[in-house]
Structures are given as C-alpha cells and as structure tokens.
Nanobody, 116 residues
Framework: QVRLVESGGGLVQAGGSLRLSCTAS????????MGWYRQAPGKQRELVAV???????NYADSVKDRFTISRDNAKNTVYLQMNSLKPEDTAVYYC??????????WGQGTQVTVSS
C-alpha cells in the first residue's frame, strides 16, 4: 500500500504565499514522478506541476514563474512553493505519485483559498 499525506493548505490574501507538502509512505519503489493537480469548483482537475525521476520539472502555463516544485528523495516528499497567489489559484490541490508499472496514487487533497 502507498499513502500520501498532504499539508500546508489554507487561506491567504492575494499576493501571498503558501507551501504545500506531500509525503509518501508505504510500498514505494521505482518512483517515476510526483506532482500536483488542482481542481476548482465546477472545473476539471488540471495539472499544476510535476517533478520527474530524472529531475526535470514541468508547470502549467498559469503558474510558471510563481510556483516551484521540489522534491526530497530521502523523505519521499514533494513540495509546492506558491508565490504571488491569485484568487484564480483557489482550488483543492491533490498530490500524486507515479510508480513504475503501478497505478497512480493520490493524496486526499488540501484546500487553498486566495482572497482578493
């Protein structure tokens, strides 16, 4: 079994910052990638950022230059530093982990609310 535990969400004013954390535990090996999606009310879940096993990162255009994804392999933890937050960043943020030849696992989600 694989378990993902997220933390760091909350309420922040526009222009502020938050850092999300996601720690994976359990039967983890052959890790391919960890990353974050988000889902706003009435919208589809969208990819925010991904950190691949080779060290490459990718971001949604809407968060480039504002969000930074990083990973601590020793702790099986991925972080999402979110700066210059906008009201349109309000969503539930979900962490995920991709393990080689295994189904994707998801965290429970953490709410991020940005007030104007």
């Amino acid at each position: 079994q694989v378990r993902l535990v997220e933390s760091g969400g909350g309420l922040v004013q526009a222009g502020g910052s938050l850092r999300l954390s996601c720690t994976a535990s359990g039967d983890i090996f052959n890790l391919n990638a960890m990353g974050w999606y988000r889902q706003a009310p009435g919208k589809q879940r969208e990819l925010v950022a991904v950190f691949s096993s080779g060290g490459s990162t990718n971001y949604a255009d809407s968060v480039k230059d504002r969000f930074t994804i990083s990973r601590d392999n020793a702790k099986n933890t991925v972080y999402l530093q979110m700066n210059s937050l906008k009201p349109e960043d309000t969503a539930v943020y979900y962490c995920y982990i991709d393990l080689f030849l295994r189904p994707r696992h998801w965290g429970q989600g953490t709410q991020v609310t940005v007030s104007s």
